[in-house]
């Protein structure tokens, strides 16, 4: 029996789903192990309910499907997804998914067949490519559950060896994602200030110069609601400069 979870915002899809579940049981003997109605109760609900086959409606309020799966892509044994569209063809190949399995609304059974054959499970890099704009939240991955951090608490993202470190005001959480890969994607709300960190511009409160003994000046980031200061490398320091208007 393969575990089923529905993620969809509308009522009857989710039912016409279950419904065709049903017409291919035979073949494909299956169990509707959760639903959910947006992209936020499918991750608090996903983890426990131990489904192993995802079908995703893309456009849901708040949350749409394509960051949903890749906050998923953070668990250490992520749900095989099947994405759910109303779009057309054109439309879903302009979103990049035909790198990934899908089905157009409305659903047939022969076809809900076929992507439960071939279902597998979608890497970061193919979700990363489909999406076309930053996540709202970045994913935390603690003990079979995912905890979602608002990127607009996000003060700074450091990479330390393998891992990211995330501070907000509050604490810090250990990500693995390249930090080249977060710059790309938040360009247009972080900053680099030196080869191993980013830094909110919302945040970024003024510098300091800092003791080195150096001729040249060392500067340092003042940030907001942290009393930690950040050094600036020299290569970043024009930058940053003009981000503020530092003279």
């Known amino acids: ?68 799966a890749r906050h998923l892509a953070a668990l250490a044994e992520p749900p095989t997804v099947v994405f759910v569209t109303a779009h057309d063809r054109h439309a879903v190949e302009a979103f990049e998914l035909n790198a990934l399995d899908y089905l157009l609304k409305p659903v047939r059974a022969e076809r809900l067949a076929a992507a439960l054959k071939k279902a597998s499970v979608p890497n970061r890099e193919q979700l990363a490519k489909a999406a076309h704009s930053a996540r709202e939240y970045i994913s935390v991955s603690e003990r079979n559950r995912i905890v979602l951090v608002p990127v607009r608490e996000i003060i700074f993202l450091r990479a330390e060896q393998k891992y990211v470190t995330l501070r907000t005001r509050s604490r810090e959480h250990l990500i693995e994602e390249p930090l080249v890969s977060l710059e790309r994607e938040f360009a247009a709300s972080f900053v680099r200030i030196h080869r191993n960190c980013l830094v909110a511009r919302a945040a970024i409160r003024g510098f300091e110069r800092g003791a080195d003994g ?32 530092e003279k």
């Open 1 to 68: 029996m393969i575990k089923v979870f529905i993620a969809d915002d509308e009522e009857p899809a989710r039912e016409r789903l279950k419904e065709l579940l049903g017409d291919i049981a035979e073949d494909f003997p299956t169990t509707v192990v959760g639903e959910a109605r947006n992209g936020l109760e499918t991750l608090e609900q996903l983890p426990q309910s131990g489904a192993e086959l995802l079908l995703l409606d893309i456009q849901m309020p708040g949350m749409g499907g394509l960051e949903v």
């Open 214 to 245: 150096e001729d040249e000046p060392h500067w340092l980031v003042v940030l907001d609601g942290l009393e930690e200061k950040l050094p600036v490398s020299r290569r970043q320091w024009p930058t940053l400069r003009e981000l503020v208007g």
